[in-house]
């Protein structure tokens, strides 16, 4: 158990609203990871931060923005969800070195 | 640009057969390799790493893989598959960057005949 938590789990929201999802951890990972998990895609990083207010753009950031005030949280922004936006998103976490990333239980996101 | 390939989407194997599953992937340096299980509605858990030495790496519930590099391959093994196998695999392929960045394959989806 890597002492990662996501939250909400599920939501429903409808297109051109704002929805932020929030990963939370415990153990303070200095890096953490957004990633978006399609069928056949296997999982594409969305954002990533290295640090407090410390963030950088993964292979599909458009649409989305993220933000880190505090180390054990870590908050992906929608700011005008889209239907393409319907999917599941999973934080990450590593504790660095060559321990390779673990992760939450995932927010299973559908826009309608 | 780094890169994985798991060629199959779907494979079936009956309880208690082997199993392999293939995984190719492009990195330009010396690549840390990952296998990754779902199963339906969870998040991935981490099977076994590579990251240098053996070429052949045990991971938890009974899996191995082995690293080839002439064949850009690493590719999951399990001498006996259970029902409870039943579940997506993903591997996935990084390197010594400070970010840990990983790239993943698409996904295998492992179904058990009983």
């Known amino acids: 158990d890597a002492g990662i938590t996501q939250s909400p789990r599920h939501k429903v929201t409808e297109t051109g609203t704002p929805v932020t999802l929030r990963c939370h951890q415990t153990?303070?990972?200095?890096?953490m990871y957004w990633y978006r998990q399609d069928p056949g895609h296997g999982l594409r990083l969305i954002h990533y931060?290295?640090?407090?207010?410390?963030?950088d753009k993964g292979e599909v950031s458009d649409g989305y923005s993220v933000s880190r005030s505090k180390t054990e949280d870590f908050l992906l922004t929608l700011e005008s969800a889209t239907s393409s936006q319907t999917s599941v998103y999973f934080c990450?976490?590593?504790?660095?070195?060559?321990?390779?990333?673990?992760f939450g239980p995932g927010t299973r996101l559908t826009v309608t | 640009a780094q890169s994985v390939t798991q060629p199959d989407i779907h494979i079936t194997v009956s309880e208690g057969a082997s199993l392999e599953l293939r995984c190719n992937y492009s990195?330009?340096?010396?690549?840390?390799l990952f296998w990754y299980v779902q199963s339906p509605g969870q998040g991935l858990q981490l099977l076994l790493k590579?990251?240098?030495?053996?070429?052949l790496v045990q991971g938890i519930k009974g899996f191995e893989a082995e690293f080839k590099r002439s064949q850009s391959s690493f590719n999951l093994r399990k001498p006996s598959v259970h029902w409870s196998d039943a579940a997506e695999y993903f591997c996935?392929?990084?390197?010594?960057?400070?970010?840990?960045?990983?790239?993943f394959g698409g996904g295998t989806r492992l179904m058990v005949k009983p």
């Open positions: 990450a976490i590593t504790p660095g070195g060559q321990s390779g990333q673990y």
């Open positions: 153990e303070n990972h200095r890096y």
């Open positions: 990195y330009g340096a010396t690549p840390y």
């Open positions: 996935a392929v990084g390197g010594s960057n400070a970010g840990n960045m990983l790239t």
């Open positions: 590579y990251f240098s030495g053996d070429t």
């Open positions: 931060s290295y640090g407090v207010k410390d963030t």
